[in-house]
Antibody, heavy 120, light 111 residues
Framework: QVQLQESGPGLVKPSETLSLTCTVS????????WSWIRQPPGKGLEWIGY???????NYNPSLKSRVTISVDTSKNQFSLKLSSVTAADTAVYYC??????????????WGKGTTVTVSS | NFMLTQPHSVSESPGKTVTISCTRS????????VQWYQQRPGSAPTTVIY?????PSGVPDRFSGSIDSSSNSASLTISGLKTEDEADYYC??????????FGGGTKLTVL
């Protein structure tokens, strides 16, 4: 059974870059399209983007200018970088494994999430 | 682009049946699969329905999903409600310009 674990700093200063890594265990990095999703305190879910092990990516248009998702197949990890953060980027960040079809995408497995606070 | 609209909250008694709706603002609900995720307080989401009406292994058959083209909506129905079903539920579908569209979430209270 695939398991996911997010890691990274819990506190980031405004205007800096948020960096998180998700480690995949119990399965192959080629098993899924790997997503990042976030949830601001008390609010709903927002999809950030996904990557395939080949390096192919797809981003939420509302965040695209600030987001980079990358994959390291040798370490079974994928990563998120979000630049120029503000307090509005404070959220729980989840990594997830998703299934892609011609006209669908959905999450199959989720990490436990990690809280990131943007504050000086 | 489209939006998915869910009721903010629903409540029902243990043992009863509840249905949560998810209405698509434009385009046909039948055009793209709908998924449902359960998020218990303080926990990560988990998938309870995928591809409109399929249950992942381990999800009890008290959970079922359907779509209704006449109302352009999807529904999650939970029968034989248990207190452990109390959670937030999110629907999700696909848009070619933004592959993952979430509904705003529905808080289910089992009282």
């Amino acid at each position: 059974q695939v398991q996911l674990q997010e890691s990274g700093p819990g506190l980031v200063k405004p205007s800096e870059t948020l960096s998180l890594t998700c480690t995949v265990s119990g399965g192959s990095i080629s098993s899924y399209y790997w997503s990042w999703i976030r949830q601001p305190p008390g609010k709903g879910l927002e999809w950030i983007g996904y990557i395939y092990y080949s390096g192919s990516t797809n981003y939420n248009p509302s965040l695209k200018s600030r987001v980079t998702i990358s994959v390291d197949t040798s370490k079974n990890q994928f990563s998120l970088k979000l630049s120029s953060v503000t307090a509005a980027d404070t959220a729980v960040y989840y990594c997830a494994g998703g299934i892609v079809g011609g006209d669908y995408y959905y999450m199959d497995v989720w990490g436990k999430g990690t809280t990131v606070t943007v504050s000086s | 682009n489209f939006m998915l609209t869910q009721p903010h909250s629903v409540s029902e008694s243990p043992g009863k049946t509840v249905t949560i709706s998810c209405t698509r603002s434009s385009g046909s609900i039948a055009s793209n699969y709908v998924q449902w995720y359960q998020q218990r307080p303080g926990s990560a989401p988990t998938t309870v329905i995928y591809e409109d009406n399929q249950r992942p292994s381990g999800v009890p058959d008290r959970f079922s999903g359907s779509i209704d083209s006449s109302s352009n909506s999807a529904s999650l129905t939970i029968s034989g409600l248990k207190t452990e079903d109390e959670a937030d539920y999110y629907c999700q579908s696909y848009d070619s310009s933004n592959p993952v569209v979430f509904g705003g979430g529905t808080k289910l209270t089992v009282l």
